[in-house]
């Protein structure tokens, strides 16, 4: 067994390592990486990919997977857990025929940027056949992955987050849909009224990055293990604790959107440097899962980032440095500036509130797609139809409407979901954690120090050595119940507009 | 024989994809990874070096390219250049021991950071027990290498710069030694009157790169395929054509510094990315040696950013971003200080008159090294004393004298003289490119086009699909002459200084 451990451990130092690389080449590309090195890069990349790949797959590799999963219960339950991710993830890659994934993987290596193009373009045509092809492979490779548990858009919904498929998302949306519509309606009929001048005034990139920088300080971010940098779709990646990165995008006519994406992204890093550093050589050193990561972005970038104790703390740092532009805007009318609710028709720019109803129309649409009671073709009607059913808006592009997210083009079905989930996660951590700290008190202090450490020994500290349902009871001492969101939702925005 | 070239080039393939991952780390080390994640990076690197070392001496590789070898005579002239270099490179692989070769890259890897430490401390003791383990390894594997024709020294002399041994370098400094001494010892003994004030004064670093990114205009950097960036200390670094990248270090109280690093890294830069791109997949796609790489970026810097015309040409611009620093500074002010000559301690800002000595210092005790003539315990020694000799200055401290290069901590015994060699390389090319192109005319242009197009044709072009006295030899239609380094320079100062 022991040898059996340290040969396991050898694989894994060396998988690690291309990833490593991989991670590095990927940072590269999307902060900084000269245009014109792409083709190039792509030849490289598929290499190292390939090389990768194949020692995944040695029969070696697969071999000492299959002996430890046999004797897993005389593992430690670390190892244990992770042994039990290996054997699915070699399982899956089995069942898949090679020849075909790579194929599918050379579709999506240039369906993004055929997607781009037809965002560009506003053009629905353009991009189908793509499309067609990318949902094509996902129900053949779901078939091949299917089991008497899992199939079609469970299994896609159950890989992004362990143990929730159609019957839980059901559950959760079916709340949602029936809490949130009608007071998404409600809210929405009202007019905010606060002084918005600021709102369309420039604000220089090289003063947002100083308050960036600032909220680093604020959440405690450690500049010793990692970096801030700007691309053009914010994103934190990292490969430890001891390098997590993320970035903002800077836009001078938009400042509220670094400031946010800053706030999400220092979530996320937060949630990597905080794991147990131990965990640095494992595979179950990353977040729990992508809604338990999301949980940890929204709670700071919403819960937190848009309180009204927030910026009692910060808003004045805010005034000091856009002097001009904020100076006869009140401290409310920032509040409610940020905290605005309105039908809109992009999810990444929609409110806390109506965030979720964006992910609703997508998890429907998945759903159709996945169960062929949709054609590619009519995707654009349905989407505009759902758009008006749950905003009430009409959409006047596919640019705006079905083409808005590049997920489908990477063949990402079964992830939109995580992130209203993430939400609602939240929301009962937050429930939690306000019974156990001073959450105002600790924001007066200035940074959000004693907050970290409370969601570091509740979450983060588990990387992913536990499924993200058993931490999330752990750490709230309940089952996942997404009325803590509801009730979250409606309690901030009802005091916000007066209701 | 084609299937033979094919596996061939698979394999090459796949090693570039290694290259290209680890120069994708090593940028980001140079210039932006947090300080806390060197000690994680270390061990992917090195698992990557690992996996990248067992490709290059697979049985298989071997036999493939000893076969090619073999019937060299069959193949085209490119890539029967480069299969007679990895049949070099292969056999020197096979004759170090594998555990040696090993323990040498551990040593050298903390190597470097004893000799900074040193340095900063002063201190040569702390760095001799390493730097002693370092010229041991040096000796044993020269002694393993070493041929009927090429032993000790020369051995590592002729990995630098191919076919250039004590032989050839001793005719070289030679020289230099009777011209330039006394010619330095003449010019040292007058004092050039210019008003100098500004050279004490602040430049911002914003005012400094934007005067460097106009220096890549004028020198016709392609944006497209590379990029600039700072680093602690100044390089160029590439994988083809498609990526050529390079760092300037800016100091606010030092401004020409960062000026003649941007035209000396472009001139390495205008080099890599005029190789000829159907080099790109190949391993003959570099510069030709480390000479001739040299001779370009000495070229940009001293013969052409050093000279009256160009600053005729850019004065004026940089006189427009420092105002305030520049307005009472004549065209001819600026020219002096950027052309004075100085007996110095430090090689990296030695003057391009004294710069030679240095190198001189340099290759004669790395000699003695290599042929036991001399204690590293008697190193500091050893070094003053030349420095007296050819410099007549007295070194104060061990960190500003044989302690100041970072060379011998990385065992590049050897490297030095290429450097001297290649300002030389530079003449020669300079007095052919006179006779045939009006430069000039062609700097009044405004930027160095047609310059780089002359350079391209004669010289990039080639990568290193020729030995640097081909290349030489094509170019300015005679074999090495250090005669064209020693008129220029003497016909230079001579006129700087009114001799």
Redesign the interface.
């Known amino acids: 067994m022991k040898e059996l451990i340290s040969k396991y451990e050898e694989y894994r ?2 998988l ?3 990833h ?3 991670w ?2 990927s ?2 590309s999307a902060t ?6 792409f ?3 792509a ?3 598929g ?2 990919s390939e ?1 990768s790949y194949k020692l995944q797959t040695s029969s070696e590799r697969i071999d000492i997977i299959n002996k430890l999963y046999a004797g897993k219960d005389k593992l430690d339950s670390v190892l244990a857990h992770e042994i039990v991710e290996a054997k699915k993830s070699v399982d899956k890659i089995l069942k898949i025929p090679m020849e075909e994934y790579v194929q599918y993987r050379m579709l999506l290596a240039t369906s993004e940027n055929t997607w781009a193009e037809a965002k560009t373009k506003n053009d629905f045509e353009m991009f189908k056949p793509s499309l067609e092809e990318i949902i094509s492979y996902g129900k053949k490779f779901a078939k091949y992955l299917e089991t008497e548990k899992l199939k079609g858009y469970d299994l896609l919904l159950d890989d992004f987050e362990p143990e929730f498929t159609t019957v839980e998302y059901d559950e959760f949306f079916g709340i949602l849909k029936k809490e949130l519509v009608p007071f998404v309606k409600e809210i929405t009929s009202k007019k905010l009224e606060y002084n918005n001048s600021f709102e369309s005034k420039t604000y220089p990139r090289l003063d947002q990055i100083e308050f960036a920088k600032y909220i680093q300080k604020v959440m405690c971010y ?6 801030m ?1 700007e691309s053009e779709h914010p994103f934190t990646s990292g ?2 604790t ?2 997590v990165r993320f970035t903002v995008h800077y836009y001078e006519n938009m400042f509220t959107s670094s400031i946010f994406s800053a706030i999400h992204e220092l979530g996320h890093a937060t949630y990597n440097q905080q794991i147990d550093p131990e965990l ?1 050589d494992t595979n179950v050193g990353d977040g729990a899962s992508m809604a338990m990561h999301e949980s940890q972005s929204r709670f700071f970038e919403n819960i937190i980032g848009r309180s009204h104790k927030f910026w009692e703390i910060h808003y004045s740092k805010l005034q000091e440095i856009f002097k001009e532009q904020l100076k006869d805007i009140s401290l409310e009318d920032f509040y409610k500036s940020i905290n605005k609710v309105e039908n809109s028709l992009i999810r990444v720019e929609a409110d806390e509130l109506t965030y979720p109803l964006h992910i609703m129309i997508r998890y429907d649409i998945e759903r159709m797609i996945l169960n062929n009671e949709v054609e590619v073709s009519e995707l654009p009607t349905v989407w505009n139809k759902m758009v008006k059913e749950y905003l009430g808006i009409d959409v006047p592009s596919v640019s705006q409407g079905v083409l808005q997210d590049v997920h489908w083009a990477g063949g990402m079905f079964g992830y939109f979901p995580t992130y209203a989930l993430g939400s609602a996660y939240a929301a009962q951590i937050y429930n939690k954690m306000k019974q156990e700290i001073d959450i105002e008190k600790i924001l007066e202090s200035g940074t959000t120090k004693e907050i970290n450490e409370w969601l570091k020994e509740k979450i983060h500290k588990y990387g992913s050595t536990k499924y993200p349902k058993e931490i999330l009871k752990l750490a709230t001492g309940e089952d996942f119940n997404p009325m803590y969101y509801v009730n979250y939702l409606k309690d901030k925005y009802s005091k916000i507009y007066n209701l």
């Open positions: 130092k060396r690690k390592a291309y490593y690389a991989m590095m080449i940072w590269d900084e990486a000269p245009k014109g090195c083709g190039e890069r030849k490289y990349t290499v190292l090389e450690d500049t010793n293990h990692g970096l940098k490969v430890s001891k390098d640095d």
